[in-house]
Every structure is written in C-alpha cells, then in structure tokens.
C-alpha cells in the first residue's frame, strides 16, 4: 500500500510542540503510523464531525483522510479534556 502524506495544521504543530517530554514520541510514532495505515484499529469516526480520532494515552489526534490524493490532514493534538472543543 503507498504511504499517505502527513499534513499539520498550524495549530496542530503549536500542540504537539507544547505536549509534555513523555508524550512527544509516542504521539510522533503515531503521527508516522498514520501515513502507512490511516485508520488503524481502535481509530474511531466522530459523529457530527468530518474527524477521525485516535487515542495515545491521554490525548488525542484529530484527522481527516483524503484516500484519492493520499493525504493525512491533522488539525488537533491535545489532551482528551481540550481537542473536542
């Protein structure tokens, strides 16, 4: 299967660069799975929202996939009390 391109937003990159030290490398080895399988066991789609979800600990990131042009769109990474709102 061909690797999706990753894209962040800018708020999305602001988050991730602000996510406490312990956090950073398990939501960056996420962010890489995410380009060879999008949607990953256990990725769940939000109702009422364009959005999928995908839970590292306690934080969330949020994605949208365009399957025809091979793109990953993250537009939120925070903690689960934060990336709904």
Do not use: C, Q, W
Not at 23 to 39: D, Q
Not at 68 to 78: G, L, M, N, R, T
């Amino acid at each position: 299967m061909a690797d999706y391109r990753i894209i962040l937003s800018r708020s999305a990159i602001k988050e991730f660069e602000n996510l406490p030290g312990n956090v950073i490398e398990r939501v960056r080895a996420k962010i890489r799975a995410l380009g060879s399988e999008p949607r990953p066991s256990g990725v769940k789609k939000l109702r009422g929202r364009p959005e999928y979800r995908v839970r590292v600990g306690d934080y969330r990131i949020l994605f949208t996939v365009a399957d025809d042009e091979k793109i990953v769109d993250i537009s939120a990474i925070s903690h689960r009390s934060d990336v709904y709102e």
